[in-house]
Nanobody, 125 residues
């Protein structure tokens, strides 16, 4: 399994970025793809997730209404559109994949067995 994250960068507060995660080697029918983020000195927190089959979406409270997760089934790629970015969104963003998750488990870091390398998002004030 390979997860290749990209799209991070430096942006001013109020700006937008789109992250991409290209996945391979997965049984996509059973997978939930997600984004987590980790700021310096803090835990790795759930940001957003999407079930590959059915398209159910899940969001962390701090990003609801600002971030949107989507997927391209032809490209086996998941996207995270981040709008109205705030300095507190600054973190390394990780793409992850978990198998056979449900709503109650989709936000739990421990349920994800596959991780990408991370991409840094820096939001300046």
């Amino acid at each position: 399994v390979q997860l290749q994250a990209s799209g991070g960068g430096l942006v001013q507060a109020g700006g937008s970025l789109r992250l991409s995660c290209a996945a391979s080697g997965l049984t996509f029918r059973d997978v939930t793809m997600a984004w987590f983020r980790q700021a310096p000195g803090k835990d790795r927190d759930f940001v957003a997730g999407i079930r590959w089959s059915g398209g159910n979406r899940y969001y962390g409270d701090s990003v609801k209404g600002r971030f949107a997760i989507s997927k391209d089934t032809f490209k086996n790629t998941v996207y995270l559109q981040m709008d109205n970015l705030k300095p507190e969104d600054t973190a390394v963003y990780y793409c992850a994949a978990g198998m056979r998750l449900i709503a109650s488990t989709a936000t739990s870091r421990d349920r994800y067995g596959y991780w990408g390398q991370g991409t840094l998002v820096t939001v300046s004030s």
